[in-house]
């Protein structure tokens, strides 16, 4: 078919068609101040689409074959990726030297951890995780499980390949520099020895299925994620994240985030590095559950 020259700018109705279908699929919300960012930004997918303009393309949205990779394809375009290694220090902290000690006594007779980074972006949160607790002799002999997920096949794929850019070593120091990334064409290569631990998966925040098979979690790391739902969605991912973690378990959000005014299920723990939240332990002969 020859290209049909997208017609007239997102109208108030289109826009409201299309935001609230992003809204329903993945919790990202939009309010009216956005009209423009979303008509500039989905422009471009007219004209990939061959689609004569936002009313056909909200059609192919719900209805076409593809509509959840478009969905995915856009979250690209309409969020903002940026991380790096080692990101927010005083966390980390907080989470090698305080929360890890108390889980690894916790969970001394079972001896594995199951660590889930959600809305990892290109996966150097994960990646972060796994040469932290490389570093523990501590954890020898333990299964460890680290997990990231991401709504963006794109930046799925990329956390799988492993090569990144100067960018992402804003914060990492040159000793791991050394012990775990080789150089390599267009940056540094992340090594097997990190690789291996860490599961990168494609997954929406609110596919209530997805996260069951998920299994419970003792740590969530969950950093500038929440910052792009609206209240109704905070409360309903946080729920999720109750629901996946063992009693006892933790919670770890950006520092500009908080559940105040979404959730009274966790308790606000004052640890000397940093502030998180822990789910409340019940324990059954002595196991938390």
Known sequence: MPYREPELQLTEEEFRLIRDLIYNHCGLFFDSDSKYLLDRRLFQRLAHHNLSGFREYYQFLKYDRKKEEEISDIMDLLTTNETYFFREAFQLRAFTDEILPELMQLKQRERTLRIWSAGCSTGEEPYTIAMLMLELDCFQGWRIEIVGSDISQRVVQHARKGVYGKSSFRATEERYLKRFFTETEGGHRICDEVRERVTISQMN???????????????????????????????????????????????????????????TAFALKHLKNDMVYQKTSVTCGGVAK
């Open 205 to 263: 925040l609110f596919d209530a299925n997805r996260l069951a098979l998920l299994g419970k979690m003792d740590v969530i790391f969950c950093r500038n994620v929440i910052i792009y739902f609206d209240l109704a969605s905070k409360k309903r991912v946080i729920e999720s994240f109750h629901n996946s973690l063992r009693g006892g378990g933790y919670l770890l959000l950006g520092h500009s985030e908080s559940l105040m005014n979404i959730s």
